[in-house]
């Protein structure tokens, strides 16, 4: 079945280490994205990829990097300059060439800093 | 980034009665799209709307785009225990996508 993979679905971090979290996609698409959810702030964006080996900074991407060296995988670090990285992230991906694609999301990871 | 506000943030209904969610934007939209993400979940994709006007419908849920394409509604008419959730609305150019607050749905049985 095609899809969007999010590993781990649970991730413990202690101050000061970086983490990084996996989105795969076998979807073929060319786009993908990645969002913060926190209560009440809905899905915020943090980086997004069009192509591969191109990346753009979304509104909260300080403290965040990511890299697209294969178009089915974007992964996203979570450095230790992020002040408050605890949060659930969700990866997504869609059709690039379509005037208006729709979203998939992968199943997130819920990120605890310790 | 493209300023997509919705309310209310929290509603409480008790089964049976209906329910609607709004989304409002400072700019023109290109589309609308709605998703639901379930307690725990990830947001799924519900519809997309394109048309100034347009409305859709879904068994009980009725989307609506208004005629301005700033705004957007979804309503359920006699919500069942199932449409527990989140529901986004959202906004894609096939660059980015950016997406309301949600409105965070709680069905009392």
């Known amino acids: 079945d095609g899809g969007i993979t999010q590993s781990p679905k649970y991730l413990f971090r202690k101050e000061g280490q970086n983490v990084t979290l996996s989105c795969e996609q076998n979807?073929?698409?060319?786009?993908m994205y990645w969002y913060r959810q926190d209560p009440g702030q809905g899905l915020r964006l943090i980086y997004y990829s069009q192509i591969v080996n191109d990346f753009q900074k979304g509104d909260i991407a300080e403290g965040y990097s990511v890299s697209r060296e294969k178009k089915e995988s974007f992964p996203l670090t979570v450095t230790s300059a992020q002040k408050n990285p605890t949060a659930f992230y969700l990866c997504a991906s869609s059709i690039r060439d379509r005037g208006n694609p729709e979203a998939f999301f992968g199943q997130g990871t819920r990120l605890t800093v310790v | 980034g493209q300023q997509v506000m919705q309310i209310p943030q929290y509603q409480h209904v008790q089964e049976g009665e209906d329910f609607t969610t709004y989304c409002n934007s400072s700019t023109t939209l290109s589309n609308i799209q709605w998703y639901k993400q379930r307690p725990g979940g990830h947001p799924v994709f519900l519809i997309q709307l394109v048309k100034s006007g347009e409305v859709k419908k879904q068994k009980r849920l009725t989307f609506q785009f208004g005629e301005a394409k700033k705004n957007s509604s979804l309503h359920i008419t006699a919500t069942q225990t199932t449409d527990v959730g989140t529901y986004f609305c959202?906004?894609?150019?096939?660059?980015?996508?950016?997406f309301g607050t949600g409105t965070s749905l709680t069905v009392i049985p």
């Open positions: 979807l073929n698409h060319d786009a």
């Open positions: 959202g906004s894609g150019t096939g660059n980015q996508f950016y």
